[in-house]
């Protein structure tokens, strides 16, 4: 049986229709699955840079300050306690002491820090192996031949060579590892070629999402008579949440990663400032209390990837949802 013109344009109009429909879901799911994959993973990778600038980075920074300054400190109080000949002083005295006992306490928490790998650790061993041929030295200088001057200013002149001596030194050996740190510090206080495409793929996605989006709603309504249809716009409020709240996170991270960098670039800086010791140990001390204050971990920021996780699991499900009922009830049930 023949069927009539009207009624094959008909037939012809809802294949059309239908088809439409079904590319749209088709792009739909294509579009949010592409643009969720590169914004979970970017979004991610900003949140593992700033975990790990808080946990390692500034903290191994710090330490390396810390410790040069500590060294030096120490070195300085021996000279003061025995070449100066203070009163009532046994050895090297107090002030020798207790520097050398920040530095060694340092330098333990800084073999779990740093953060130039095995090229760190090695320069960590060589430092600690310089640091028990500088006590060789310094101890008898301040104990010993504290009655011959001449001993005595050989001893200490060999344990400063030890801490200065260019290149191979206690204080330029840990200037060497510093610089590879800071140079950690750059990449993960700065958004690669790699993020900022993932960035871009993100949003191209999910800008593609919204006029996807927005075509099925215009399709549904003048070619199907339906209504606008509300697991659709569900869909299209998520991925505007997609596209603003993960990225306005990222632009913050990104501001308190870089304030970081500057406040330990002004640390590295304060280290190489020997006119007053004291006042550079405090001021690295301060300094790195404000880093550390605003690397401080967001509780709204790891609440946004978990509702990122939500809103793409929306804009997968949803549109399927939303545009599957019509074509089950309109197309593929009715044949």
């Known amino acids: 049986m023949r069927l009539g013109p009207a009624r094959s344009r008909r037939s012809a109009y809802r294949s059309r229709t239908r088809r439409l429909l079904e590319w749209h879901l088709a792009a739909m799911l294509v579009a949010a699955l592409v643009s969720m994959s590169a914004l979970l993973v970017s979004y991610r990778e900003v949140q593992i ?93 301040a104990v010993k031949y504290v009655s011959d001057d001449l001993m005595q200013e050989e001893k200490f002149a060999e344990a400063e060579r030890l801490l200065t001596r260019e290149r191979t030194g206690v204080v330029p050996r840990l200037d060497v590892l510093q610089g590879h740190q800071m140079a950690r510090i750059d990449t993960l206080s700065s958004m690669s070629a790699l993020q900022w495409s993932g960035w871009a793929v993100a949003e191209l996605g999910l800008l593609a999402m919204v006029l996807i989006t927005l075509s099925a709603l215009w399709v549904l309504r003048t070619r199907c008579g339906h209504s606008l249809d509300l697991c659709l716009l569900v869909s299209l409020l998520a991925v505007v949440f997609l596209a603003t709240g993960p990225l306005i996170a990222t632009s913050v991270t990104q501001d308190r990663l870089g304030t970081a960098r500057d406040g330990l670039v002004r640390i590295e800086q304060q280290a190489d400032d020997h006119s007053d010791l004291a006042r550079s140990q405090q001021t690295v001390t301060e300094t790195a209390t404000r880093v550390r204050a605003g690397l401080a971990a967001q509780g709204w920021q790891s609440g946004m990837y978990y509702g990122a996780l939500t809103a793409g699991a929306l804009i997968v499900l949803l549109p399927a949802v939303g545009i599957g009922r019509h074509l089950n009830a309109d197309y593929w049930r009715t044949g």
């Open 49 to 141: 840079s700033a975990g790990e600038m808080r946990a390692r980075g500034a903290p191994a920074v710090q330490g390396v300050a810390a410790t040069q300054l500590a060294l030096l400190r120490a070195h300085e109080e021996a000279d003061r306690s025995v070449r100066h000949r203070i009163t009532d002083v046994v050895g090297a005295g107090a002030g020798y002491e207790n520097q050398l006992a920040a530095a060694d306490q340092g330098l333990s928490r800084l073999s779990d820090v740093q953060i130039d790998g095995d090229r760190g650790r090695g320069v960590l061993e060589t430092v600690n192996g310089l640091l028990t041929s500088y006590s060789s030295s310094i101890t008898p200088g």
